[in-house]
């Protein structure tokens, strides 16, 4: 008896404009059928033909139609662009994804999570430069060796400056991993550094801040009006008691149920690996309320929404600096997650409370001399006392109870 041999249907040959093209089509009658032309970028039918089996019978066709599916016809022009149908032994080869176009995704990207354009001009800046240093094009031709000659192309610059390039390329390849552009995850050894102590502001420090915050300043050098002193007030003892970064009160969903308010941070590449809430005191919540009315208000007069932000950030700076203190905005972050360690010792609460990929970035705070912590946090060594003898227990978040370690308005206000 005669074997039937199933022969599978070849995608049809067309010409048209004296180039040939093949039209691919999908679907059924129940999902709905769809088509897209695909142009084979030659006149001579023997190569279409050739050009129009390696569509079929590889993952190229896959490939056009998720295109199509997701992009429409811009997709489809972007495979046909990457696309080199030749190799140096005259085969076809893969499509591929070049740095270039790889780098003006992530761009949108970074965009569309509201980050400054500060940020990411140094984002950009990092992969412009290795691009140019690497001469690399295409992203799967990325090896370890292209990063080494990135390193070696910057004797003269510090490695914490190095590092913060290699920081700003990780960021990178952690987002195509998650776009599915890289198989695996790229990881960049950075360069050895010494570890710099943690500056944070002690109780005292911080109250000389925020005395120099009431008293203003001309307009002129910090734009912070007299009706708006005490949410600046406010707002600083909300950044102390939470490790919220700057924008974040602003750029995030305030949540309110039956329990408490919960500032829900969402998960990126960029800040936050996972998606986190921040649980806050009911003045805490108002706070954040007050802070997104001040910025609705401010953006009738102004256009750059982040610079208006950073107001907060120049009017801590010039207070600190009439107290006569050294440090930065985000200090206020590193305050916080010192007094936490120093509350709890608990390393991987700290880590989530900070958002935190993993606990090496939190390490950095668990060598913090404890005297020191105490002298520069009394009150806070008083309460911690009072955990240790049992007189104000603390939950653990290994039994599901990690609110309390979003920040500290469970403790006295003065706190």
């Known amino acids: 008896m005669a074997t039937k041999i199933t022969r599978i249907k070849r995608m049809p040959i067309l010409l048209s404009g004296g180039k040939y093209y093949t039209r691919i089509r999908w679907g059924n009658d129940k999902i709905g059928r769809d088509e897209v032309k695909f142009p084979l970028s030659?006149?001579?039918?023997?190569?279409?033909?050739?050009?129009?089996?390696?569509?079929?019978?590889?993952?190229?066709?896959?490939?056009?139609?998720?295109?199509?599916?997701?992009?429409?016809?811009?997709?489809?022009?972007?495979?046909?662009?990457?696309?080199?149908?030749?190799?140096?032994?005259?085969?076809?080869?893969e499509t591929a994804l070049t740095l270039k176009d790889?780098?003006?995704?992530?761009?949108?990207?970074?965009?569309?999570?509201?980050?400054?354009?500060?940020?990411?001009?140094?984002?950009?800046?990092?992969?412009?430069?290795?691009?140019?240093?690497?001469?690399?094009?295409?992203?799967?031709?990325?090896?370890?060796?292209?990063?080494?000659?990135?390193?070696?192309?910057?004797?003269?610059?510090?490695?914490?400056?190095?590092?913060?390039?290699?920081?700003?390329?990780?960021?990178?390849?952690?987002?195509?991993h998650d776009e599915g552009h890289i198989p695996t995850i790229i990881k960049i050894k950075k360069l050895p550094t010494l570890q710099r102590p943690v500056r944070y502001f002690s109780d005292s420090d911080f109250d000389l801040i925020l005395t120099n915050v009431v008293k203003g300043f001309p307009h002129s050098e910090a734009k912070?009006?007299?009706?708006?002193?005490?949410?600046?007030?406010?707002?600083?003892?909300?950044?102390?008691?939470?490790?919220?970064?700057?924008?974040?009160?602003?750029?995030?969903?305030?949540?309110?149920?039956?329990?408490?308010?919960?500032?829900?941070?969402?998960?990126?590449?960029?800040?936050?690996?996972?998606?986190?809430?921040?649980?806050?005191?009911?003045?805490?919540?108002?706070?954040?309320?007050?802070?997104?009315?001040?910025?609705?208000?401010?953006?009738?007069?102004?256009?750059?929404?982040?610079?208006?932000?950073?107001?907060?950030?120049?009017?801590?700076?010039?207070?600190?600096?009439?107290?006569?203190?050294?440090?930065?905005?985000?200090?206020?972050?590193?305050?916080?997650a010192s007094r936490l360690w120093f509350l709890t010792g608990q390393e991987f609460a700290l880590c989530y409370a900070l958002g935190h990929t993993d606990t090496s970035m939190t390490k950095q705070y668990t060598s913090l001399d404890k005297v020191e912590l105490s002298r520069a946090f009394p009150n806070l060594a008083s309460s911690k006392k009072g955990i240790t003898e049992g007189k104000m227990p603390l939950r653990v978040p290994n039994k599901g109870d990690i609110e309390l370690y979003s920040n500290f308005g469970f403790m006295d206000k003065k706190h």
């Open 102 to 176: 790889a780098v003006k995704e992530y761009e949108q990207y970074l965009i569309a999570q509201r980050l400054s354009q500060f940020t990411i001009d140094i984002y950009l800046n990092a992969l412009q430069d290795f691009s140019k240093v690497t001469k690399v094009k295409r992203v799967d031709r990325i090896s370890p060796r292209h990063f080494t000659v990135f390193k070696n192309s910057m004797p003269k610059l510090r490695n914490d400056t190095v590092n913060r390039k290699l920081r700003s390329l990780q960021t990178f390849f952690n987002w195509m």
């Open 42 to 93: 030659t006149d001579t039918k023997s190569i279409a033909v050739h050009r129009r089996d390696v569509i079929q019978d590889t993952s190229l066709r896959s490939k056009i139609i998720k295109a199509y599916e997701q992009e429409g016809s811009s997709g489809v022009k972007k495979i046909k662009k990457q696309l080199d149908w030749y190799s140096k032994g005259g085969t076809v080869v």
């Open 224 to 336: 912070m009006d007299e009706s708006y002193r005490n949410l600046f007030v406010s707002a600083y003892r909300l950044y102390r008691d939470t490790g919220l970064r700057l924008a974040e009160p602003f750029n995030n969903e305030l949540v309110m149920d039956e329990q408490a308010y919960r500032l829900k941070i969402m998960g990126s590449t960029t800040k936050n690996s996972f998606q986190r809430f921040v649980h806050l005191t009911n003045d805490q919540a108002m706070t954040v309320i007050e802070l997104n009315q001040w910025l609705e208000k401010q953006m009738e007069t102004r256009k750059d929404r982040y610079g208006t932000i950073k107001v907060f950030s120049r009017v801590f700076a010039k207070a600190m600096n009439k107290s006569g203190l050294k440090g930065k905005f985000h200090d206020l972050r590193k305050t916080f």
